[in-house]
């Protein structure tokens, strides 16, 4: 692969590499092996889809990176620096945001405690005003219940909530896992609209996804996971258009 | 005070024992709210949590005997020595087993709690010691046949004040409801950029400083300390925080104050034969408390935790 035989090569060539590089990651939980040599990469802006069945080990690639799980072999980098060691949050330091699966919001805690959270880490006032009041734009719902426990909110709401909460970080790199999960199909178009919106304005993301099609039609490339193991990797179109894929994932 | 029948409780009676089961169930209330903070975020059940307390009595004794400071600074000091305490327990016994099993981490803390409580006995002596408070805490009023000292007043302004103080950091800075956060989901709360060994220590410092208090304040009551005097309240302060619903600070608060009045008023309700059993009623009143609503009265069912 090419992103190895640069990284090889120093140190120094921080620029020519992409911004999260994985390297033959093996991580499973006790027997059970759930990434098995995986190598992937995301370039600055990017946004690339990482898509699989339930069970593929979706959520272990994004858990590996964002060190809630420790690799057991193989290399992961951010910015050219190796993360595999680094603690959760020196790794959101970094600029890393994980949205995790099933949303995780402080059910507790207020919509505005929330999205306080999500900047706990930010030292910049007006910056954090001014992401939240892109958050605000684009998902309005939450200025309407920003006092409200977060617990009272709808399944789509909390999901807004769980995207604006990890954007409040200001992150370099994004990492969502399956932001469409449960969720009604409007709801689905509208957060996947957002998606696409805040890759144009040049976030890099990391989408995990099981619906595919939704996935591929808004990604610039995507990995296909089966068992672990990359199975298929490519440009979205292409992927969209191969005749596997199709079939196996996006029931044609 | 004489003791009195069920035929001649009268309304001062009455109010008396509430004045009594309000001081205690704002000693309470202040361990409690150690225990349900540390559980909240680690789920260990701290049973070291009372021998902090003696800790911070001792320190209490330590201070004014050495140094001579005013009351209000040997209480300050024996919150930080207390803290300080919390603080070397959490590094030494309860970090490294951090993320075993329940079982494993509520055993690990009676080690503690014996260690502590034998501790004191071979370095200050079994024997209990004078603790003095100065005088003008002593002044005893006596309002209609209800009599209460300043001491009384100062645990019920000092708790409640020490509460609400608790509830703005919690609620207005970042790393109170950070603290909240992370009682309510680790991992989500880790992907926040928490770092959550800040948030144990500071869950070990505020219960330790509380504890302390508690400590001298019982010293205060009763003039005298021993090591093995933090054991009793630490297991009531537990049961009370179990029915507040463990894990909820105003949980803690509200089973403080609950507990210490039904004990309080049970043992001066009952027969003077029946008031030997004070401590069992407490331990039935848990029992009954877990039949009727096992969450605790602000607690709430817990989702399984990822």
Known sequence: MC?????????????????????????????????????????????????????????????????????????????????????????????????????????????????????????????????????????????????????????????????????????????????????????????????????????????????????????????????????????????????????????? | MQRKGFERVSGTYLLQQLINGISLGSIYALVAIGYTMVYGILRLINFAHGDILMVGAYSALGLAMSLHLPFWAVLAGSMLIAALTGVLVERAAFRPVRGAPEEVTMITSLAVSIFLENLGTMVLSPQPRKFLVPDYLLVIHNWGGLTFNNMTILIVVLAVGLMLALTLFVTRTNLGIAMRASSENLQAAQLMGININRIVATAFIIGSGLAAVAGVMLGGQYGRIDPLMGFVPGLKAFVAAVIGGIGNIAGAAVGGYVLGLAEVLLVGLLPPSLSGFRDAFVFIFLILMLLIRPVGILGSVERGRA
């Not at chain 1, 999260?20 to 939980?29: F, K, N, P, W």
């Open chain 1, 3 to 252: 992103e190895l035989s640069i990284h090889e090569s120093g140190e120094r060539q921080v620029t020519s590499e992409p911004l999260l590089v994985l390297e033959h990651v093996d991580a499973g939980y006790g027997n059970i092996q759930a990434l098995d040599d995986v190598s992937l990469h995301v370039k600055q802006g990017e946004l690339v889809a990482l898509l699989g069945a339930n069970g593929a080990g979706k959520t272990t690639a994004l858990r590996v990176i964002s060190g809630l799980m420790r690799p057991r072999k193989g290399r992961v980098s951010f910015q050219g620096r190796d993360i595999a060691r680094a603690g959760v949050h020196e790794i959101v330091q970094m600029g890393i945001a994980h949205c995790p699966e099933g949303r995780q919001i402080f059910a507790r805690l207020t919509v505005k405690e929330n999205l306080r959270m999500g900047a706990y880490l930010r030292r910049d006032p007006e910056g954090v005003a001014r992401d939240l009041e892109w958050i605000f734009e684009h998902f309005p719902v939450l200025r309407d219940r920003l006092s409200q426990s977060a617990g009272t909110l709808s399944g789509g709401e909390q999901q807004m909530l769980a995207i604006g909460r990890a954007l409040m970080s200001k992150p370099t790199l994004l990492l969502l896992d399956e932001p469409s999960l449960g969720l009604a199909p409007i709801i689905v178009d509208r957060i996947f609209k957002v998606i696409a919106q805040l890759k144009e304005q040049g976030k890099t993301i990391f989408l995990v996804e099981q619906n595919a099609f939704k996935a591929l039609e808004i990604a610039d490339r995507a990995y296909v996971l089966e068992s672990g193991r990359i199975r298929m990797k490519g440009r979205a179109q292409e992927l969209m258009a191969n005749e596997d894929i199709k079939h196996a994932y996006l029931g044609g």
